[in-house]
């Protein structure tokens, strides 16, 4: 197979998460809306080697939706996977919040400089030196992320979220 300069085979592609992916990855799992499911699910994720580290519930009569964001996302999945949940995922944009004291009205600002639309936010069980973080589901991530670094705010990435010891 041919190779390039790296030693890396030319063959393969290369996939964004292969690159130091900037996002967060949210799974938003479906349960009934029963008594128990949601602590059933928990049960079955929450362990020594996953903390879920934000957590919503959109909730109907029928069904819930529980968005998850967790510091193993690789695992989280499989664990999912195993006990037979069915889920989604998608990419957030994670950003780590001023000290000063309009934190968020600060992140708002720059992605309305970008036009952009917000659809949720998840407050993320999370500190790095005292900062606290937020992840975002936005219209476009590429471009949220480069209005956010721009207007000088910290990115918080997947790696981040593994490494940190500061759980809240």
Not at 148 to 159: C, K, N, P, Q, S
Request: proline share 2%; charged share 30%; glycine share 6%.
């Amino acid at each position: 197979m041919p190779r390039d300069d790296g030693g890396r085979d030319l063959m393969e592609p290369e996939t964004a998460r292969a690159r130091s992916w900037p996002c967060l990855r949210q799974f938003c799992v479906f349960l009934e809306n029963r008594v128990g499911r949601l602590n059933g699910l928990l049960k079955d994720l929450e362990s020594i080697d996953v903390r879920v580290l934000a957590i919503s519930i959109v909730d109907s009569v029928d069904c819930a939706n529980v968005r998850l964001i967790f510091n193993q996302t690789d695992r989280a999945r499989e664990k999912l996977e195993l006990a037979n949940y069915l889920f989604s995922e998608a990419d957030v944009v994670g950003v780590e919040l001023d000290d000063g004291d309009k934190p968020l009205s600060a992140v708002c600002t720059a992605l309305l400089k970008a036009e952009l639309n917000i659809h949720h936010v998840a407050m993320l069980r999370y500190r790095n030196q005292g900062k606290s973080a937020a992840a975002l589901y936005v219209d476009d991530v590429d471009l949220a992320l480069r209005a956010l670094e721009d207007a000088g705010m910290r990115i918080v990435t997947e790696g981040d979220l593994v490494d940190q010891d500061e759980y809240l």
